[in-house]
Nanobody, 118 residues
Framework: QVELVESGGGLVQPGGSLRLSCAAY????????MGWYRQAPGKERELVAT???????NYAEFVKGRFTISRDNALNAMYLQMNSLKPEDSAVYSC????????????WGQGTLVTVSS
């Protein structure tokens, strides 16, 4: 089984930066998409960014130019570098694994809280 554990959330001032990490425990191989999603209180969960097993990336319009998704195969980890943070970026950020081949499996982490406030 695979488990995802996020870290790196916290309180930051507007304009500041944070780096979120998602550690994957368990072997991941083949074809998959990993991503970061966020959910603010009273709002629907929304996609932030994804990265594929082939290193293709995709970003939501509201984070383009500010956030960068990356992964480290050797460490079995995924990251989200968040710069120029805004109060509206405050949310619980969760990492997701959508494993397509050879397994069909979707896993979520428990989430990490990001609060952008002065």
């Amino acid at each position: 089984q695979v488990e995802l554990v996020e870290s790196g959330g916290g309180l930051v001032q507007p304009g500041g930066s944070l780096r979120l990490s998602c550690a994957a425990y368990g072997a991941i191989f083949g074809t998959y998409v990993m991503g970061w999603y966020r959910q603010a209180p009273g709002k629907e969960r929304e996609l932030v960014a994804t990265i594929t097993s082939g290193d293709g990336t995709n970003y939501a319009e509201f984070v383009k130019g500010r956030f960068t998704i990356s992964r480290d195969n050797a460490l079995n980890a995924m990251y989200l570098q968040m710069n120029s943070l805004k109060p509206e970026d405050s949310a619980v950020y969760s990492c997701n694994l959508n494993w397509l081949f050879p397994r069909q499996l979707e896993i979520w982490g428990q989430g990490t809280l990001v609060t952008v406030s002065s």
